[in-house]
């Protein structure tokens, strides 16, 4: 498990969760995002959304889940703006025999194509199996999200198959291509199973 102060920093971003403080960040980044550019990437969130109560809900979830030890948001910092500029997330993580994680992300459009992802997903690896001692983390992808696919091999993520209607998004259920890595593909020493 991870505290509430646990900051991740990379060459160019910080890692890190939610505090009371980002409250006006998060509310002006939601509310200026761009017209959406694809099926995957949100737009601008009305202000009647973004109020301190609810987000005073998102931080009192943050903290529950991390107690739980079963979801983490990091939200990516810019380190010379300080601009939110994304969030990546370990998700519906599993002890005992499995220690798997499922790798969530999402870039703000402005920020794509700097290689921010690759450079996050990075540092969500050393996190999930240095930190967090997980063996193996999967991501699920829509099988026409091209730019989300291209992220995952260039983290040298594997894929391993096509799973027939396993999420519920936007009102249907639908395939996900199903991409892993393990700490033995990193060369990193595989732990024995522990409790959760």
């Known amino acids: 498990m991870i505290d509430s102060s646990f900051e991740k920093h990379t060459e160019r971003l910080i890692l890190r969760l939610y505090r009371d403080t980002d409250y006006e960040m ?4 939601y509310s200026n995002l761009p017209k959406s550019k694809n099926r995957w990437d949100h737009g601008p969130q009305p202000l009647e959304k973004l109020t301190q109560k609810n987000f005073k809900k998102i931080l009192e979830e943050q903290e529950k889940y991390r107690s739980q030890d079963s979801f983490y948001r990091l939200n990516a910092f810019e380190k010379d703006s300080g601009q939110l500029i994304g969030q990546f997330s370990l998700m519906d993580i599993s002890r005992i025999i499995f220690q798997n994680a499922y790798l969530g992300y999402g870039i703000h459009s402005p920020y794509w194509r700097k290689g921010y992802g690759k450079e996050a997903g990075a540092a969500m690896f050393d996190v999930a199996f240095n930190t967090l001692k997980l ?3 999967e991501a699920g992808i829509e099988p026409h999200n091209k730019r989300s696919i291209a992220l995952v091999k260039s983290l040298n993520m594997r894929r391993e198959g096509l799973s027939k209607r396993r999420l519920f998004f936007r009102g249907e259920w639908v395939d ?21």
């Open 135 to 137: 063996h193996r983390l």
């Open 26 to 29: 998060w509310r002006d980044t």
């Open 176 to 196: 996900m291509v199903i991409y892993a890595i393990t700490v033995e593909d990193l060369g990193l020493e595989a732990l024995p199973a522990r409790p959760g």
